[in-house]
Each structure stands twice: as C-alpha cells, then as structure tokens.
C-alpha cells in the first residue's frame, strides 16, 4: 500500500511534498529554534561576533558589521546529546549573492575549546538574494560530532561584505538534511 501511495505521488509531481513532510518530524528533530518566537530571538542576541541585531517581528536579523561574523547557540544544561542527530539545518536569507562558504564549530565536555578539530566548512555557491534557503550542515562525518555537545557556533556567509543582511527563520539539529 506505501508503495502504491508514493508510486501515484510520483506520478502526481507531489512526491516532494510527501518527501518532505517525513522529514521533518518531532521524532527527528533534537532542537529547534524557531526565531518567529521573540523570546527564541533573545535567547541568541547576546551570542553574537561582527553582527549587529536588527528589529524584526519574525526572523533573527543580523547585519554584518565586521570580519568573521558568527553565532553561539544557547547553552543547554547537560548539552546537546547529537548521538544519531548528524545534522545541523538553517533556514536563513543574505541580501548578497556571493560565493561564500559558512563553518560549524562545537566544543564538547572534554574539551571546552574553539578549534579546527570540532570544526566543519561548507561551500556556497551563489545564491538568489533576499530569497531563503534550508543549509543543510552534514556534521557526523566528524568523530568529535558525537555523544555530548556542549555548544556550537555558525559562521555564516564569511565573504559577504559589511552592510549584508542576514535572516534566519530556524535552526534545527536533526537526524537528517531537512527541506
């Protein structure tokens, strides 16, 4: 019967929507931050580097005003347990299309420092401006991407020049890439 449903969503175009909508699911998300929520918004303003926190009523709006901009998530008491969780998604916009490349950095109970070990770096080709995008940031090819994570950080459009704006609608920690 699965079979037959998704043959006929196939052949209806409409196996995307299906796709999708297993995807993203309560059961493979670890945490989510949905920054249309003001109090979601708040918990990272105070986690910020060459960013400048713009006032929207639904997105996290940030302009780059300096080199190497990036954001720390939240701590959470007992960390993050990404066990199985190999993903990181973001749901975000940047008024510049340039070919840029976004990391990921985490430190984890053992080893409370910011370095290249617990790090991983994504190209970006060039995207439509003031459109959003889901980046999906495939983490679990690390070996230090396991058990506990204490926090991580985004570094986001590292070559997009100052004065850029960037919107995130969410992040997720999850199983798999995300739509």
């Not at 990272?44 to 929207?56: A, D, Q, R």
């Not at 347990?81 to 916009?93: A, D, E, L, N, R």
């Amino acid at each position: 019967m699965k079979k037959m449903i998704l043959m006929v969503a196939w052949m209806l175009g409409t196996l995307s929507a299906v796709y999708a909508g297993n995807v993203d699911t309560e059961a493979k998300i670890l945490s989510s931050w949905d920054f249309k929520k003001p109090e979601v918004r708040k918990e990272w303003i105070s986690k910020i580097h060459s960013l400048k926190v713009l006032p929207s009523s639904d997105t996290f709006k940030l302009e780059i005003i300096g080199q190497d901009p990036y954001i720390f998530s939240p701590m959470k008491t007992g960390g993050f347990s990404v066990t199985g969780f190999g993903y990181i998604s973001v749901k975000m916009k940047c008024t510049h299309t340039v070919r840029t490349f976004n990391e990921v950095y985490w430190i984890i109970p053992s080893q409370l420092k910011w370095d290249m070990k617990k790090r991983e770096a994504f190209g970006v080709k060039a995207v439509k401006p003031n459109e959003f995008h889901v980046f999906n940031f495939k983490l679990s090819g690390n070996p230090l991407w396991t058990n506990v994570i204490e926090q991580f950080r985004l570094d986001l459009f590292n070559n997009a020049p100052k004065g850029s704006i960037i919107e995130i609608e969410w992040i997720k920690i999850s199983r798999q890439a995300l739509k």
